[in-house]
């Protein structure tokens, strides 16, 4: 258990944030921590993006009969903290990316309305989200169905900031993405990374892929640490290609 900021409930508090769920990076204690029914959002003020969004993708939850025809963008009024609205991303060139995508969500309805919150958004080139970065998030589909279960963190990198801001609440454009992914398979654990530049041309998938160990160095983030140590160190310091079938 640690003490960090949760946002819940329409107000701002410290309460104990239960760490045992793996597909949490380790908290600090000045995260500001969205719960939502189907993911956890880690939302950063000065970007007015989160730092991280996390969920677990079950086999089953990728069917269902929700759809996103008719849902929309907009700042989670439960959240008493600054957040983007629509204006910002109108006209700017840049899409409301999701980081836990709304077709994950299948499952529930609410569960899909609540991918549609600022709180889970970043400025997004529109020819990555429509294009490799949707291929991943499919990919991420086809694992939970093969393996049953896959735990997903999701984020942006700012980097160098290259790309600026948009809007009047100055939402940052992140430089690049990223995405880790672990999962158990016949009693061993796997792992794999990706990070793709916030531009219409990357490498090809392969290209993306990293180790959740070399991923972490990149972003500072202790990935999947409610994992026992000898666990997580030996499922994060390498990946396989030809497990995860690419």
Request: hydrophobic share 35%.
């Amino acid at each position: 258990m640690i003490t960090a900021g949760l946002i819940n409930a329409g107000c701002a508090f410290t309460q104990d944030i239960d760490t045992g769920k793996i597909e949490l990076p380790a908290l600090e204690s000045t995260d500001y921590i969205v719960e939502y029914e189907g993911y956890t959002s880690s939302y950063n003020v000065l970007t007015q993006t989160p730092e991280w969004v996390a969920y677990e993708l079950t086999k089953e939850e990728t069917y269902g009969e929700a759809v996103r025809e008719g849902k929309f963008f907009s700042p989670d009024e439960r959240v008493l903290l600054p957040q983007p609205d629509d204006y910002d991303y109108r006209g700017s060139g840049w899409t409301r990316g999701h980081l836990a995508p709304a077709a994950d969500f299948r499952w529930s309805d609410d569960a899909m309305w609540e991918t549609f919150h600022f709180t889970n958004c970043c400025p997004q080139d529109e020819d990555l989200n429509n294009g490799m970065w949707n291929t991943l998030e499919k990919k991420c589909r086809t694992w939970a169905r093969k393996f049953g279960k896959v735990y997903i963190v999701t984020g942006p990198i700012t980097g160098e900031n290259r790309y600026g801001t948009i809007g009047d609440s100055h939402v940052v454009i992140p430089d690049a993405f990223f995405k880790a992914i672990m999962t158990e398979h016949n009693g061993n654990w796997h792992s794999i990374a990706f990070i793709m530049q916030n531009r219409s041309y990357n490498k090809n998938m392969q290209g993306c892929a990293m180790s959740v160990d070399q991923l972490e160095e990149a972003t500072g983030f202790d990935f999947f640490s409610a994992l026992d140590d000898g666990t997580e160190s030996e499922a994060e310091k390498e990946y396989h290609l030809n497990f995860w079938k690419l």
